[in-house]
């Protein structure tokens, strides 16, 4: 059975502990408070925040990495101060992580920058025994901790994700 995006989503959120982080899919650079994208922030009591990019097919993978941003991290971004991507981008990121299915692990591993820890999740179909584990570890990148009025609004922005994916359901039924 191919693996799911939902079952990556689930086996993070099981993997951090919703009951000691913060964690919220779909992270866009939309928001005021960030100025990348995620599939998954998860947010420490202490304000550090860990993102998690999920890619479950190979084209997804490779469409991801050619992303301007990931492309050109060393280049400068002349329209904030003159800072690398990968500051202008990461710079409220501890960690940064690619999530995939076992059967692209080492294509991931071949693929990812460097400073990006991979987890890979394992469907195993019998025994009914998912597991996500860490098979690279995440460079840290910035030490940014969120201001506690930041911490606030993020739920806020989780809270609209989930609501408009129960107004969806809602929709279909």
């Given at each position: 059975?191919?693996?799911?995006?939902?079952?990556?989503?689930?086996?993070?959120?099981?993997e951090?502990?919703?009951?000691?982080?913060?964690?919220?899919?779909?992270?866009?650079?939309?928001?005021?408070?960030?100025?990348?994208?995620?599939?998954?922030?998860?947010?420490?009591?202490?304000?550090?925040?860990?993102?998690?990019?999920?890619?479950?097919?190979?084209?997804?993978?490779?469409?991801?990495?050619?992303?301007?941003?990931?492309?050109?991290?060393?280049?400068?971004?002349?329209?904030?101060r003159?800072?690398?991507?990968?500051?202008?981008?990461?710079?409220?990121?501890?960690?940064?992580?690619?999530?995939?299915?076992?059967?692209l692990?080492?294509?991931?591993?071949?693929q990812?920058?460097?400073?990006?820890?991979?987890?890979?999740?394992?469907?195993?179909?019998?025994?009914?025994?998912?597991?996500?584990?860490?098979?690279?570890?995440?460079?840290?990148?910035?030490?940014?901790?969120?201001?506690?009025?930041?911490?606030?609004?993020?739920?806020?922005?989780?809270?609209?994700?989930?609501?408009?994916?129960?107004?969806?359901?809602?929709?279909?039924?």
């Amino acid at each position: 059975m191919k693996t799911k995006t939902i079952q990556i989503e689930v086996a993070i959120i099981n993997e951090f502990d919703v009951r000691r982080h913060l964690i919220v899919p779909n992270v866009t650079p939309l928001s005021h408070l960030v100025g990348f994208e995620a599939d998954m922030l998860v947010l420490t009591s202490s304000g550090y925040a860990t993102a998690f990019e999920i890619k479950v097919s190979k084209s997804d993978l490779k469409n991801d990495l050619k992303k301007s941003h990931i492309k050109n991290l060393n280049t400068l971004w002349r329209s904030y101060r003159g800072k690398k991507c990968l500051e202008f981008y990461y710079r409220k990121l501890k960690y940064f992580n690619y999530a995939v299915p076992k059967e692209l692990e080492q294509e991931a591993l071949n693929q990812i920058p460097n400073f990006c820890g991979l987890y890979v999740f394992e469907n195993n179909e019998y025994p009914k025994l998912n597991r996500l584990y860490q098979v690279r570890g995440a460079k840290k990148l910035f030490n940014y901790k969120w201001e506690e009025k930041n911490q606030f609004e993020l739920p806020r922005l989780g809270t609209m994700r989930i609501s408009n994916l129960k107004r969806a359901i809602l929709s279909n039924i």
